[in-house]
T-cell receptor, first 109, second 115 residues
Framework: DAKTTQPPSMDCAEGRAANLPCNHS???????VYWYRQIHSQGPQYIIH???NNETNEMASLIITEDRKSSTLILPHATLRDTAVYYC??????????FGQGTRLTINP | DTGVSQNPRHKITKRGQNVTFRCDPI?????LYWYRQTLGQGPEFLTY????????KSRLLSDRFSAERPKGSFSTLEIQRTEQGDSAMYLC?????????????FGSGTQLSVL
């Protein structure tokens, strides 16, 4: 599984786009990039995943660089409820997700 | 979709006692996972089942820990002779395993405090 590096914390103003970076320079060709988030006192929640192409769903967008060594999770219009720890994970098949310490995102009013 | 259910939500026990947690996965999910999370850290993988078979166990899972999924539905995680270092949030997740990618659906966890 690829090792990922994320900033420990970030702040974003409510209503603005939150851009969360992740470095995964050792990712292999068949490893997907997953994003989960964990709101206080809850279990992690799946957000999105991707391999090569950019992906978008109702929660977020995932931009993966062409060399696949980094990615950015974008929350287009952050709300206070998006305050959480965001985990970027590189994995071949999600059978055993390996979580790092993630990025603590705080959305400020 | 009733989600993954874990019971109890909180457990306080004295050192040396045994504790058991229960996880009820999403009904059609054949894979079930246990994770442990301590304050300020990401969840750590403990073990996972496909149906009733326990396919992988982490080195973190000492002999005092045992997990079962007897009928391929709910699962229990037992900790014998608890130690203060066992204090953590124990998370259960389930997924519909197959050939493709899986999304893990997590429960809200059981918070264990060992006094």
């Amino acid at each position: 599984d690829a090792k990922t590096t994320q900033p420990p914390s970030m702040d974003c103003a409510e209503g603005r786009a939150a851009n969360l970076p992740c470095n995964h320079s050792t990712i292999s060709g068949n490893e997907y990039v997953y994003w989960y988030r964990q709101i206080h006192s809850q279990g992690p929640q799946y957000i999105i995943h991707g391999l090569k192409n950019n992906e978008t769903n109702e929660m977020a967008s995932l931009i993966i660089t062409e060399d696949r060594k980094s990615s950015t999770l974008i929350l287009p219009h952050a709300t206070l409820r998006d305050t959480a720890v965001y985990y970027c994970i590189g994995d071949q098949g999600a059978q055993k997700l390996v979580f790092g310490q993630g990025t603590r995102l705080t959305i400020n009013p | 979709d009733t989600g993954v259910s874990q019971n109890p939500r909180h457990k306080i026990t004295k050192r040396g006692q045994n504790v058991t947690f229960r996880c009820d996965p999403i009904s059609e999910h054949n894979r079930l996972y246990w994770y442990r999370q301590t304050l300020g850290q990401g969840p750590e993988f403990l073990t996972y089942f496909q149906n009733e078979a326990q396919l992988e166990k982490s080195r973190l899972l000492s002999d005092r820990f045992s997990a079962e999924r007897p009928k391929g539905s709910f699962s229990t995680l037992e900790i014998q002779r608890t130690e203060q270092g066992d204090s953590a949030m124990y998370l259960c997740a389930s997924s519909l395993g197959g050939r493709g990618l899986e999304k893990l659906f997590f429960g809200s966890g059981t918070q264990l405090s060992v006094l």
